[in-house]
């Protein structure tokens, strides 16, 4: 036990190492970047001013995405639909604001619905600074999660989400904590509980007017359990942690806008029985470098996972096969991605994003390919006196 934990400890070393000797790197040559879905935003800023008013509001998300994935990780499919959200916005307060209405998923090609559910929400907001919110959350930008701990078309494919959730944003920290309750269970129920939890958090270490740099934190895990149903079985928990350190730098020039780094190391749990015997931890590590400019944002990325697993990441970055019976010991990937926005009108976009995958283990390439366009807008249909 001695000899594995000196050999744990000066490999997690050996890992320490190079993110520092990386991040030193890249910052001599002052390339920096970040990898969000900035167009996947739905949820309207809090309007304190509104007291007394009632809104018609429509979101909706529009897709067609194609993903040339293969190997024994993901197969190759293509998501193609829409997703509408009408809803009636009311402020009885200045911090209180509460919206109900519905949200439909509807996959082109196919007669049925996929999902077709109410919406309401309360958001409780008592300072600039704090918001609570029950019911149907916000989770813009898959609450800004890196890519493999959540997947992007969770944003286009899930039901909205729905629990407590509770922000917190000032000048040199941010916070997002939620509980999204994805299946309910009554006394008797043949299935299990199932939820979403997680914690990300931001410090800001140094900031000035064009650079910033930031300490990441995030807790994420999914959990089924439960006391009162029949299912057979333990309860199962997927937990990941994951710090990291973010750099981020403004540009004054027509062309480019902003260079910035994203670097994060994942430690991630899984029960030991429902994946791969004898398997219940890995870890992984990424880095991306961002370029923004003028005519959309291009960004270098490197994956390398350790027999990392978490059931709702980016399929192609878990080490877990599709079939869920073999767990890859390593799994590395370079990514290159093009992403391109343009906003139409206030609050509605349209996007572009390619997706070039190189698994430099298995010497294949694969590639993604998304057009989205989002709409949000209201309509007041009654003022305050």
């Known amino acids: 036990m001695i000899i594995i934990r000196i050999i744990h400890k000066y490999v997690l070393l ?10 030193l790197l890249l910052i001599s040559f002052q390339c920096y970047g970040q990898n969000d879905y900035k167009i996947f935003k739905y949820y309207e800023p809090f309007r304190p001013d509104s ?4 809104y018609f509001a429509l979101d909706n998300v529009n897709f067609f995405k194609n993903n040339e994935y293969k ?3 993901a197969t190759g499919y293509t998501l193609t639909g829409a997703w509408l959200r009408p809803k009636i916005v009311f402020y009885p307060d200045a911090k209180l604001r509460m919206e109900f209405g519905g949200n439909v998923l ?3 090609g196919r007669d049925e619905y996929y999902h077709l559910v109410p919406w309401f929400n309360v958001h409780y907001q008592p300072t600039e600074k704090i918001s609570l919110i029950l019911g149907n959350l916000n989770s813009d930008r898959n609450h800004n999660l890196p890519e493999f701990l959540a997947d992007p078309e969770m944003f286009l494919t899930y039901k909205p989400e729905a629990g407590l959730q509770a922000k917190y944003n000032s000048k040199r920290f941010t916070a997002d904590l939620w509980i999204d309750w994805q299946q309910f269970i009554v006394e008797g129920d043949p299935f299990k509980e199932r939820f979403a939890f997680g914690t990300v958090a931001s410090w800001k270490i140094f900031e000035n007017d064009n650079a910033s740099l930031s300490f990441p934190m995030t807790f994420y895990g ?8 029949t299912s057979p079985g333990l309860a199962k928990s997927y937990i990941t942690v994951t710090p990291g350190l973010s750099f981020r730098n403004k540009i004054s020039n027509n062309i480019f806008k902003e260079y910035s780094l994203n670097t994060n190391y994942s430690l991630s749990t899984f029960p030991k029985e429902n994946v791969v015997p004898e398997e219940s931890k890995g870890w992984g590590f990424s880095a991306n470098v961002n370029i923004d400019t003028r005519l959309g944002g291009l960004t270098l990325a490197y994956w390398h996972g350790h ?4 059931p709702q990441g980016g399929i192609l970055y878990q080490n877990l096969s599709g079939t869920g019976t073999t ?25 572009f994003v390619f997706d070039y995958y190189y698994d430099s283990l298995n010497k294949q390439t694969m590639n993604s390919e998304g057009l989205y366009l989002i709409v949000n807008f ?4 009654r003022r305050a006196k």
């Open 378 to 381: 209201g309509v007041l249909t």
């Open 106 to 108: 509807k996959y082109n």
């Open 14 to 23: 050996k890992i320490l190492g190079r993110i520092i000797i990386g991040l």
């Open 51 to 54: 007291t007394g008013n009632f």
């Open 71 to 73: 190997g024994d990780i």
């Open 222 to 229: 999914l959990h089924q359990g439960g006391e009162i149903d």
């Open 327 to 351: 767990m890859k010991s390593e799994n590395e990937l370079i990514n290159l991605k093009y992403h391109y926005i343009h906003e139409i009108m206030p609050n509605t976009f349209f996007g």
């Open 307 to 310: 027999k990392f697993y978490t």
